[in-house]
């Protein structure tokens, strides 16, 4: 029931699926990228580690700049070098970058144009154990609404990596939005994977509802739909990694085809990529939705899995959404 | 060194600035009056005599870059730009007009002319920084390219200028020039009411800068102190300028309340009139 042709990984659904930090993608997409284009410089708000620029660091330390803890600094900086033809990439945690510098972001690299590309580390509730002060669950809200700004949220490590390339290669503002821990390898390098047009991970003959996730979430979606598979409900399982530009033709196909859909992400469950979706559908093709994300809680302390489940991303709260939403079909 | 007739130059390319930032609020009907009015001598002495620019080619790649931090002084920046050639002084009178090239705040798109957008305080010597630190990369330390900010006084009340005086210290960023205008005024009052900044010299000196004072209305200082600045080798350089705000018209001057509003038609005619006289000596392009 995978859709052949995305090449996704042999041992998905398998117990020992390999696991790698998604952000570590980007750490080796960078690298690479930086080899092509010596126009790529990095910047990073003293986390160079923890956002696996430190690669790109070593290799290129003339097109290196450690900013300190200064995230408004780092945005206007990036766009002040952008305007001298640089492809600036910037790196923090995603709840500073973009989180502390919005304004910034907006008007020094936005509204301006500049060819700037903001990659936000350390994304959603798995943080775990640091706590709510660093969960971001509202950057894809606040990113998505800024004019121009490509908003990108790779499955696994190998799609963050792609992502890595073709953002260089975007003309424009883009955000990069990457997890902290360990999750499952969902594609294989020879995916299909180009920014603003979604993947179709599963598609089975008669679908009865279409999941749409995210990031981490996406391995979650798929994980349910074999689930539910057993029991015959059979759905389909999208990976929507660019939220903007939002790939409409998709995924008003899979909602003329589903006529039902829930949206999973880790991040607040207003605002984001499930929001996008609705918005979409409420003007050209409504039908009925089940949204899973944090619902208008800031996160805690805890183990990722912990985290997860208390705040309603399981896959079991995935399956329960799917199943009302079969329900609500007219 | 400045010639008299320079100087001569400068004062009367400041004298129609000036008139032409009166002319554009009062066209307006709403924007900023007192640091426009107050920089319009800095901005005659960069345009007429210290920028690396060509008008005719404004995205020539070897020109100077000049940031404009506080963008709601923008009035004085058009009004430079326009005498200066970069487009046509009559449309100085579309400042802030539905789908004029004279935002409100500056734009680069509307206006590519202009290096960046502004308006948010605090944001500008960052991005002068960013473009001083690409010019590194690409030229190293032969380059004669300089990269101009200006600053207003109540915006170093923002924690991000701060931020780039830090790298730009460490940095030692040597084509980088910030210049303060140092007027004492901000919207709610007189700055070290609002916000106190002093002792702002040693704060910047501190950061590893090259600080200099000058007064913001000697032509000759102003070159003065921009010659040091850029034979100042392994520091960014800071001029703090002290200006008058509103300078130039009686009723402007030295007063916080003209900082955001612009001047009534009588207010306007008043104050052409007095520019138009300024000491008799001047006789500027507006007659």
């Not at chain 1, 739909?225 to 029991?231: G, I, K, Y």
């Not at chain 2, 030229?139 to 915006?155: N, P, V, W």
């Not at chain 2, 300028?241 to 900082?259: D, M, N, S």
Request: hydrophobic share 40%; with cysteine; aromatic share 6%.
């Amino acid at each position: 029931m995978l859709v052949e042709s995305q090449k996704l990984n042999p041992k998905l659904l398998k117990l020992d699926v390999e696991q790698v930090p998604i952000r570590k993608g980007f750490g080796e997409g960078l690298l690479g990228a930086g080899e092509k284009d010596e126009r790529i410089v990095g910047l990073c708000a003293d986390l160079t580690e923890s956002t696996q620029m430190h690669l790109f660091a070593r290799k290129f330390p003339q097109r290196f700049i450690q900013m300190g803890v200064a995230e408004q600094n780092l945005a206007s900086v990036a766009s002040g070098m952008a305007a001298m033809g640089k492809i600036p990439f910037l790196t923090s945690y995603a709840m500073f970058s973009p989180g502390r510098n919005w304004e910034q972001i907006r008007t020094t690299i936005c509204y301006n144009d500049r060819n700037v590309k903001i990659v936000g580390s350390h994304a959603g509730v798995s943080v775990g154990p640091d706590g709510g002060t660093h969960q971001a669950i509202e950057d894809i809200a606040i990113t998505r609404v800024i004019p121009r700004l490509a908003v990108v949220v790779p499955c696994d490590a190998i799609e963050a990596k792609k992502a890595t390339w073709q953002i260089a290669r975007w003309t424009g503002p883009a955000y990069l939005r990457l997890a902290r821990e360990k999750s499952p390898v969902v594609t294989t390098e020879e995916s299909f994977f180009e920014i603003g047009k979604a993947n179709i991970l599963r598609e089975p003959a008669k679908p009865r509802a279409a999941i749409i996730a995210c990031g981490q979430m996406v391995y979650n979606a798929l994980i349910t739909a074999n689930d539910l598979a057993a029991t015959g409900i059979e759905v389909t399982v999208v990976n929507l990694h660019t939220i903007k530009p939002l790939d409409a033709e998709t995924i008003l196909g899979v909602a003329a085809k589903c006529e039902a859909i829930v949206t999973v992400e880790e991040h607040q469950k207003r605002g984001g990529m499930g929001s996008a979706v609705a918005e979409l559908l409420v003007e050209n093709y409504p039908v009925p939705m089940e949204l899973i994300g944090v619902d208008d809680l800031f996160g805690q302390s805890g183990t990722p899995q912990e985290l997860i489940e208390h705040y309603g991303l399981g896959v079991n709260h995935i399956r329960q959404a799917v199943q009302r939403v079969i329900a609500r079909k007219r | 060194m400045l010639y008299d007739e320079k100087i001569k130059l400068l004062e009367q390319k400041a004298n129609d600035i000036r008139m032409s930032v009166i002319d554009a609020l009062l066209a307006a009907g709403s924007g900023h009056t007192a640091g426009p009015l107050g920089m319009a001598d800095i901005f005659s002495a960069l345009y007429f005599h210290l920028l690396k620019h060509d008008p005719k080619r404004p995205d020539w790649t070897d020109r100077d870059r000049l940031v404009l931090s506080n963008g709601h002084i923008c009035p004085v920046l058009y009004a430079a730009m326009a005498h200066a050639g970069y487009f046509p002084v009559e449309e100085l009178k579309t400042l802030r007009h539905f789908s004029s090239r004279l935002q409100g705040h500056p734009h680069r798109e509307w206006l590519p002319m202009v290096e960046t957008s502004s308006g948010p305080l605090g944001s500008g010597l960052s991005q002068a920084v960013g473009m001083a630190l690409a010019e590194r990369i690409d030229h190293g330390r032969s380059s004669d390219k300089f990269f101009y900010c200006l600053l207003g006084d109540g915006e170093l009340d923002e924690g991000q200028n701060w931020e780039a005086i830090m790298l730009g210290g460490r940095e030692k960023l040597h084509n980088l020039i910030a210049i303060i205008d140092r007027n004492n005024i901000q919207i709610d009052g007189f700055t070290e009411d609002v916000m106190p900044l002093e002792s702002l010299a040693d704060k910047w000196r501190s950061f590893n800068w090259h600080v200099q004072e000058i007064d913001g209305h000697s032509f000759e200082a102003i070159d003065e102190a921009v010659s040091q600045a850029k034979a100042v080798f392994s520091q960014p350089s800071v001029i703090i300028a002290h200006t008058i705000p509103g300078k130039g018209v009686h009723e402007f001057e030295r007063k916080y309340e003209w900082h955001g509003k612009p001047p009534t038609k009588e207010e306007g005619e008043l104050a052409l009139k007095e520019l138009r006289s300024l000491g008799g000596k001047i006789k500027g392009e507006h007659e």
